[in-house]
T-cell receptor, first 113, second 112 residues
Framework: GQQVMQIPQYQHVQEGEDFTTYCNSS?????IQWYKQRPGGHPVFLIQ?????EVKKQKRLTFQFGEAKKNSSLHITATQTTDVGTYFC?????????????FGKGTHLIIQP | DGGITQSPKYLFRKEGQNVTLSCEQN?????MYWYRQDPGQGLRLIYY???????QKGDIAEGYSVSREKKESFPLTVTSAQKNPTAFYLC???????????FGPGTRLLVL
């Protein structure tokens, strides 16, 4: 089946440092979505990217969708303790995907004050 | 107040016992999903349903069963055949397959 690879699995940063997580698919995606799961919580939708080369920003978060629509990244500028959690990418594939989204394994962001 | 609810928040299972986890949504979504999450791990798809009275196995369906008799409800039964059921179970719904998924708060299942 389709797979979305996400790296790194864990990322330790000092508060104020930047953070980036990357996702890659072997086949072209219809769209890619990003979710955040706080410790002890459930995944919450952040954003969806649909167009080739699309870039979207939410305050300190920047989301990019690759030109080939096979990869995506989430970049957080100047991390804060509120950014702690696991960030998942989730891809949707054209012509299939009756099982919904294909989730990456997530990147756990750990922030040291 | 629209959303997706799961109950109970915590559930304890004895060896050899079947338990059922509830998932209800009032978002009028057609698609519903069950995921299992183990500590520090990602989401693994157990079962999904695109319409009422129809559901499909996901990647790790063995030891689980579901029903979809109503659009709003998608209960998951963890049977005694599931040998390692301790995990965090998440239910989600979406308007369309591939659309944004809205997650419930989850149920933590522990085996006594």
């Amino acid at each position: 089946g389709q797979q979305v690879m996400q790296i790194p699995q864990y990322q330790h940063v000092q508060e104020g440092e930047d953070f980036t997580t990357y996702c890659n698919s072997s086949t072209t995606l219809s769209n890619i979505q990003w979710y955040k799961q706080r410790p002890g919580g459930h995944p919450v939708f952040l954003i969806q990217l649909v167009k080739s080369g699309e870039v979207k920003k939410q305050k300190r978060l920047t989301f990019q969708f690759g030109e080939a629509k096979k990869n995506s990244s989430l970049h957080i500028t100047a991390t804060q303790t509120t950014d702690v959690g696991t960030y998942f990418c989730a891809g949707s594939y054209s012509g299939g995907g009756a099982d919904g989204l294909t989730f990456g394994k997530g990147t756990h962001l750990i922030i040291q004050p | 107040d629209g959303g997706i609810t799961q109950s109970p928040k915590y559930l304890f299972r004895k060896e050899g016992q079947n338990v059922t986890l509830s998932c209800e949504q009032n978002l009028n979504h057609d698609a519903m999903y069950w995921y299992r999450q183990d500590p520090g791990q990602g989401l693994r798809l157990i079962y999904y349903s695109q319409i009422v009275n129809d559901f499909q196995k996901g990647d790790i369906a063995e030891g689980y069963s579901v029903s979809r008799e109503k659009k709003e409800s998608f209960p998951l039964t963890v049977t005694s055949a599931q040998k390692n059921p301790t995990a965090f179970y998440l239910c989600a719904s979406s308007g369309l397959a591939g659309g944004t998924q809205y997650f419930g708060p989850g149920t933590r299942l522990l085996v006594l």
